[in-house]
């Protein structure tokens, strides 16, 4: 059987080593071609991934937006119009929509998977994990190997593993729990967050999944506390000022906490310690449940192929600069200060 391809798409307003990372990521583990889609027009990170081979830059300028029809206030919407604008331009076989933050990891070889699917299957959806944080574990760069899969099913068990907190997470996930997916390029697809849909809702209910059994989502979300902090600020403004579009019931609870501490970075990173953060007597809890997975990580090989001779930052250190540097305003109108 001849191996099909695939693609991948995101849109990214991120510190600039991040987009590099991503970019190298999965250029290394085979992806055809990689759609970069900078909602920041002017953003730099954009002149440093042009011209690399298999890489498409968009700025998403005001002549893009006016082609479009009109620019999208929520983020999440311009997501959906970029990832849509991918899968009509990719030349793969297949196309996966991801944020900066998300990385694949193949057991075995993606686009043999994807040979192997049924001809009626339209998507293919891959699971999630996200990374988790050891007491006292140094972290030199904003990756890591430990991460946790959401509870099956298990609410007490969640409760008891969170306490109250556990109602701000999604089945024990800070982000999402429902994974992403790669679909098959054919028809008229929208590319939205999580899955396709079709033009109606008759089309996207008739649309046939398949999970894919080799395949997971990295979920690095909040790269350091300072991003994880950020996050949710920006999707407050987002909310308030923009029209954005609603917060899960978990996401919002983190949201107010978060919003009402602002001001108090201690208060703020004590959140985030309390859902990220795991001591040894509940990474064995974790590891009884099955809920612990574990992968040798390391962007490093990936970078030096793609960007050789490129001093690339992953320190948490510079991602915090870049976020005072870049969305420093937006924290400080929350009270957060540095």
Partial sequence: MTKTTWSAVATVDEPPALVQ???????????????????????????LIEGTPRVHVTRCDAAYW????????????RQLRNGTDAFHRTQAAWLLHLDADEYLWCESDLAQELSEQEVEVDFVRLRNVER?????????????????????????????LFG????????????????????RVR???????????????AETEALVRSFSSSTTLLH??????????????????????????????????QL??????AHDPATATDLHDRLKVVDETRMSELLWLGLTYEVPFDVTAALAEVFPRQ???????????????QKGDLMRRYGLDG
């Fill in 311 to 325: 001093d690339i930052d992953l320190s948490p250190a510079a991602i915090d600069a870049w976020l005072w540097a």
């Fill in 187 to 201: 028809g008229d697809r929208k590319i939205a967050i999580h899955k396709p849909r079709g033009q109606n809702k």
């Fill in 164 to 183: 109250p907190d556990f109602l701000m997470t999604s089945r024990g996930l800070t982000g999402h729990s429902v994974g992403k997916s790669i679909t």
């Fill in 66 to 77: 006016e082609a479009k029809g009109r620019r999208p206030d929520p983020h999440q919407s």
């Fill in 256 to 261: 107010d906490a978060v919003v009402a501490k």
């Fill in 132 to 160: 988790i944080y050891r007491v006292g574990e140094a972290a030199p760069t904003i990756f890591g190997d430990a991460f946790r899969k959401p509870l099956k099913g298990q609410p007490e068990r969640g409760a008891e």
């Fill in 220 to 253: 690095f979300d909040g790269l350091t506390p300072l991003n994880w902090i950020y996050k949710l600020l920006r999707k407050a403004h987002s909310i308030s000022d923009e029209g954005g579009i609603a917060a899960s019931p978990h996401r919002q609870k």
């Fill in 21 to 47: 990372a991503w970019v190298a990521w999965h250029l290394a583990l085979g992806a055809k071609e990689v759609f970069v889609y900078f909602d920041r027009p002017d953003d730099p990170a954009a002149d």
